[in-house]
């Protein structure tokens, strides 16, 4: 029953999947292998629900044979940069508690990288924590930025909260 749990779960992390589409800013390769190097990429995404905050994610990609195909597990291994890049402002209220506002597959089945997006109120920062997740057991891998909430140029932020 466990094993069918487990499974079920996984399939359905397969199609529920949040929306962010991220872009590639390029890829530095790290050790060569006759086909498909081992790399460390970068890509760039919009907190989906903040206008204003843009995010910059490096992670290991796993190459050879099984990289090429998909079959390999990608390392825990991660960095976050997130920063102002105009007025910030949310269509919608931006809950006191976590959110979970990006995931990307890092292998076929079972492991995840996800983003969450947390808040400091008592610091008016918003926190960025990027951590791997796996069906049974994660990794205390982790990176984090933060973003002030501040005015840029004339315009003060447009976030209100909910709780």
Not at 1 to 29: D, H, I, R, Y
Not at 106 to 132: A, E, H, I
Request: aromatic share 6%; glycine share 6%.
């Amino acid at each position: 029953m466990k094993k069918l749990l487990l499974a079920a779960l996984a399939l359905s992390s397969l199609f529920f999947q949040p929306t962010v589409n991220a872009e590639e800013v390029g890829c530095v390769s790290t050790t060569w292998r006759v086909v498909n190097n081992d790399k460390v990429c970068v890509q760039s995404f919009n907190d989906p629900d903040i206008e204003g905050v843009v995010c910059h994610l490096s992670h290991a990609q796993t190459g050879g044979i099984s990289g090429a195909l998909g079959l390999a597990e990608n390392p825990s291994r991660f960095a976050i940069s997130c920063r102002q890049v105009g007025p910030i402002k949310a269509e919608k209220a931006i809950p006191d508690k976590k959110e979970n506002i990006f995931t990307q597959r890092m292998s076929l089945l079972f492991k995840d990288l996800n983003v969450t997006r947390l808040l400091d109120k008592p610091n008016n920062t918003l926190v960025y924590l990027v951590v791997s997740e796996r069906v049974i057991e994660g990794s205390p891998y982790n990176s984090i930025s933060g973003v002030p909430l501040m005015p840029w140029g004339d315009k003060m932020p447009e976030v209100t909260f909910k709780k």
